[in-house]
Structures are given as structure tokens and as C-alpha cells.
């Protein structure tokens, strides 16, 4: 399959930068980052997240007290964001439409940060064709007690079973628990057809595998297993986005990897808000150059 990187977005120049209120409020207490660090971070981190997040419909998990009180998934506008929060319509099941956000600069971003905004999860198409998915992800949840080294031996299978179906594919640490598995693809399949092909390869390796595997979401059938989350690919459905931050637990971020990187990887949260330099640097090495842009199309399953 044929590579495509695409260009960096430029980075905003400083007087286009978004006032932030309260900076000095502290969003993860039990590590210390403030809301004025997160925003430094996502000024810092926006060149490389941009490719990703960029003209997407993206839900918002915003916890304008900090990630300690009350959270919400924000998926529609309050009116509130801002000019560089847009807007794009999308057809609800009820035939209506309904406008969902997306951002397509650092403004965008930033604006998001200054209402409370932690993490950035978005559509798997972008907002220019919302109807056609151009990106599937595994998204593996190991049951409690399953270690990191059977969810990266999961995410590595996965990566060879999909190899033999042609699929070039890359791995990303949620900044929780678990590793996605992501395809990028160029838009043409339908959601209907999207979604069935990753139940399909989902259930085929559980089937192949049941001690491992379950494409099940109950967590009963979880039991000593790792639920391949295939219904990230469906319409409507969001993930979270490279280099976004987690409300979790010393601030830690979404990380794109390379497959030999992955094998030696404690756990899923390896990076913190605190480490935007070092995210970049890796971001433009040679090793994760092009990470999540690929030319290819699903087969026939
Ligand atoms: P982990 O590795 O810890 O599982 P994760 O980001 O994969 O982290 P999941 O709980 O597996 O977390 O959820 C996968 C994705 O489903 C999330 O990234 C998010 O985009 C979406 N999601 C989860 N819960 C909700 C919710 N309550 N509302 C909307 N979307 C959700
Ligand atoms: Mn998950
Ligand atoms: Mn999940």
C-alpha cells in the first residue's frame, strides 16, 4: 500500500493565541497539571495532532473543575466555544440533522481547552464526507487483571492477521489501559460495510481463539480475555485521538508507536502532558514518519 504523509499543519502564530482563563487552576490534582499547562501542551502538540484531529466530528470530554469532579462527553455546541469551533450537520436516525463540532487549527483546540475541554475523541471520518469511514480501529480492552503483555502479543496478532489480508496498520497506547489497533483507509466504503467487516474480523479471531479473544461486549464473556472493540466503527462512534490528552491519572497521553517500540512497553500510559517536546521529536523521527497514513482500501472478507 502506497504511504501518504500529509503536510504539517502550520502552527499558529502567538497573537492568534486563545486567552485562557484560570490558568493556574489544578485539572489533575494528584499530579499537579494546570489548565494553563494542558493548553500549553495542546499549543505545543497541535502540528502533530492537527493531521489527525483536523476536520473530524470530534465529542469533547470536558471537566471544567479538573478531572477529579464531574466530567461530561460533549458531542453538540453549547454556543459557547467559540470562532474557531465549527459546525457540520449530520443526519440523525430520526431524519432530522444535528450539528456536531469539529476544529481544524490550534485556535480550534485551544478554544476547546479554555471550556474545560481534557480529551478530544473523534468520528472515524472526516467532516467533509461524514458517510464514508476512512479509518478502522481495534480498539483492545483486556479484562482486569490481564497483563500489558498479552493486550501488546493481541495488538501484534491482530497486526499480522490483517497483514495477510493486505492491511497495513499501526498501533496506538490509549494512555489507559489498552493499545489501538488502527487501519487508516481512503474513504469509499459505507458504514454498513465498514462495521461489518470489523465484526467479522473480530469474530473470526475469537472464534479462532476463544481462551484470548472475545468480540463480545458483556463483560461476563470477558472473563481472562481481551474484548476487541469493533464497534469503535460504527457510525457515530468516536475514538480517542493521537496525542490527546487522558483524564486520568497523572495527566497521560494518546501515543502513536511503532510496532517495535510496542514490544517494549510496560503499560499504556508511558507519556504525560509534561512531555510535549519529546512527543515531537519522536513525532518527526524516521521510525513513526507517516504513522496513520495509508492508501489502501478493505478487501472482501
Ligand atoms: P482504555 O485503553 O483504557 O480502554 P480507551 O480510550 O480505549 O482507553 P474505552 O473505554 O475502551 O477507552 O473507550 C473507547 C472509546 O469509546 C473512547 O476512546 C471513546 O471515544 C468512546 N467512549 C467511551 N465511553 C464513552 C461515552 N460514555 N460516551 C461516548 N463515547 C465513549
Ligand atoms: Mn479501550
Ligand atoms: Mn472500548
Redo the contacts with the bound molecule.
Keep these: 500500500a502506497k504511504m501518504v504523509v500529509p503536510e504539517k499543519a502550520a502552527s499558529a502564530p502567538a497573537e492568534e493565541n486563545v486567552a485562557i482563563s484560570s490558568r493556574d487552576r489544578v485539572i489533575f490534582p494528584d499530579s499537579g497539571q494546570t489548565k494553563g499547562e494542558l493548553a500549553d501542551y495542546y499549543a505545543a502538540i497541535a502540528p502533530v495532532m492537527l493531521p489527525f484531529a483536523a476536520r473530524r466530528p470530534v ?1 469533547l470530554v470536558r471537566c471544567p473543575q479538573g478531572r477529579a469532579k464531574k466530567c461530561f ?1 460533549q458531542k453538540h455546541d453549547s454556543g459557547a466555544f467559540g470562532d474557531a469551533v465549527h459546525h457540520v450537520p449530520i443526519r440523525e436516525k430520526d431524519g432530522g440533522h444535528e450539528d456536531y463540532l469539529y476544529v481544524e487549527d490550534q485556535r480550534g483546540l485551544l478554544q476547546c481547552v479554555q471550556m474545560g475541554t481534557i480529551e478530544f ?1 473523534g468520528w472515524g471520518a472526516r467532516s467533509d464526507d461524514v458517510e464514508k469511514p476512512d479509518r478502522m480501529i481495534f ?1 483492545l ?1 483486556p479484562d482486569e487483571g490481564l497483563g500489558f503483555t498479552e493486550v501488546k502479543t493481541a495488538a501484534r496478532d491482530i497486526h499480522d492477521r490483517l497483514a495477510d489480508l493486505g492491511l497495513t496498520s499501526f498501533a496506538m497506547l ?7 489497533v488502527v487501519v487508516p483507509l481512503t474513504p469509499g466504503d459505507s458504514w454498513g460495510e465498514h462495521k461489518d467487516f470489523a465484526r467479522r474480523f473480530s469474530e473470526a479471531l475469537s472464534l479462532a481463539e476463544p481462551d484470548r479473544f472475545t468480540a463480545n461486549m458483556s463483560k461476563a464473556k470477558r472473563k481472562g480475555r481481551i474484548f476487541i ?1 469493533w464497534l ?1 466503527n460504527q457510525r457515530g ?4 485521538l493521537p496525542y490527546s490528552a ?1 483524564a486520568r491519572s497523572g495527566a497521560p497521553v ?1 501515543v502513536p508507536v511503532t510496532w517495535n517500540e510496542l514490544k517494549g512497553m510496560d503499560d ?1 500510559k508511558p507519556f504525560s502532558i509534561d512531555q510535549a517536546e519529546t512527543l515531537l521529536r519522536r513525532a518527526s523521527s524516521k521510525a513513526l514518519h507517516g504513522w496513520g497514513f495509508v492508501d489502501q482500501r478493505l478487501p472482501d472478507l
Design positions: 465529542s462527553f475523541h480498539d480492552d490509549s494512555g489507559g489501559k489498552g493499545v489501538h472493540d469503535r462512534a468516536t475514538a480517542v487522558r494518546a499504556a
